[in-house]
């Protein structure tokens, strides 16, 4: 049955977040959380319906991660944020990152805390995957992984996938313009070599690039692929957390 929840944006250490928090039964705080890393909507619309979903489905305390720090796809045009784009740089990003895993570890007082990404949200998951050997799973969708790393890329995401110790789900569209099929294959092996945790991909032949987002389920073969996706994305949540 799902959770009711309590969602609004907070501030951590000078850091903007949107953090939805599950009202367990009997009065009991939450034992799990899971940071979200969006895609280049920041948290718009789609971002905290995810959260708020994830929260009220699993139990966890769903904190997501703003990394244009106020701006979003509600306000933006989407040209605006691909120039914010090319200025995120890896490590001011993954310092953010570590600032909100410790305030769901440590503020929040979590136990077990896993991470989910969208996009470029999804090549972070991998990177925070490989960092960070506490986490208790790493999801990500249809991430970004393009052929030539940008000028702000300084992690290799193939080699930190498969550092990553924790329980992995990855769901790649078959018809990612963005992520060329040989990035893919090259995460997917790097994944199923590991020998610390289970994996689970999905393919999805038909789907395209940011097949989650509402905006592109105009086209059936990005809805249907989200429809797959997304429930066992919440299942494979709530069996790692609990």
């Given at each position: 049955?799902?959770?009711?929840?309590?969602?609004?944006?907070?501030?951590?250490?000078?850091?903007?977040?949107?953090?939805?928090?599950?009202?367990?039964?009997?009065?009991?705080?939450?034992?799990?959380?899971?940071?979200?890393?969006?895609?280049?909507?920041?948290?718009?619309?789609?971002?905290?319906?995810?959260?708020?979903?994830?929260?009220?489905?699993?139990?966890?305390?769903?904190?997501?991660?703003?990394?244009?720090?106020?701006?979003?796809?509600?306000?933006?045009?989407?040209?605006?944020?691909?120039?914010?784009?090319?200025?995120?740089?890896?490590?001011?990003?993954?310092?953010?990152?570590?600032?909100?895993?410790?305030?769901?570890?440590?503020?929040?007082?979590?136990?077990?805390?896993?991470?989910?990404?969208?996009?470029?949200?999804?090549?972070?998951?991998?990177?925070?995957?490989?960092?960070?050997?506490?986490?208790?799973?790493?999801?990500?969708?249809?991430?970004?992984?393009p052929s030539e790393p940008a000028a702000t890329h300084t992690y290799d995401v193939v080699d930190l996938a498969g550092a990553v110790e924790a329980p992995t789900f990855m769901a790649y569209p078959g018809k990612d313009s963005i992520?060329?099929?040989?990035?893919?294959?090259?995460l997917q092996e790097a994944l199923q070599a590991r020998t610390t945790a289970p994996t689970l991909i999905h393919l999805y032949p038909e789907a395209k690039h940011g097949f989650s987002d509402k905006r592109r389920h105009d086209e059936?073969?990005?809805?249907?692929?989200?429809?797959?996706?997304?429930?066992?994305?919440?299942?494979?949540?709530?069996?790692?957390?609990?």
């Amino acid at each position: 049955m799902p959770f009711a929840i309590d969602s609004e944006f907070v501030t951590i250490e000078g850091l903007r977040a949107y953090q939805s928090t599950p009202a367990i039964d009997g009065g009991h705080a939450p034992k799990a959380g899971m940071l979200l890393l969006p895609m280049i909507t920041g948290i718009g619309a789609q971002v905290r319906e995810f959260a708020e979903t994830i929260a009220a489905q699993t139990g966890a305390v769903a904190l997501s991660w703003d990394p244009w720090h106020g701006t979003s796809s509600d306000d933006a045009e989407f040209d605006v944020l691909h120039g914010m784009l090319d200025e995120l740089k890896d490590e001011t990003a993954v310092a953010e990152q570590r600032t909100l895993l410790n305030h769901l570890r440590e503020g929040l007082g979590l136990e077990r805390v896993g991470v989910i990404g969208w996009c470029l949200g999804g090549r972070f998951a991998f990177i925070l995957g490989g960092l960070d050997n506490k986490l208790v799973n790493v999801l990500a969708f249809h991430p970004t992984v393009p052929s030539e790393p940008a000028a702000t890329h300084t992690y290799d995401v193939v080699d930190l996938a498969g550092a990553v110790e924790a329980p992995t789900f990855m769901a790649y569209p078959g018809k990612d313009s963005i992520v060329p099929r040989e990035n893919f294959l090259r995460l997917q092996e790097a994944l199923q070599a590991r020998t610390t945790a289970p994996t689970l991909i999905h393919l999805y032949p038909e789907a395209k690039h940011g097949f989650s987002d509402k905006r592109r389920h105009d086209e059936e073969v990005n809805a249907t692929a989200f429809q797959l996706s997304w429930p066992q994305a919440l299942a494979f949540i709530s069996a790692t957390t609990a």
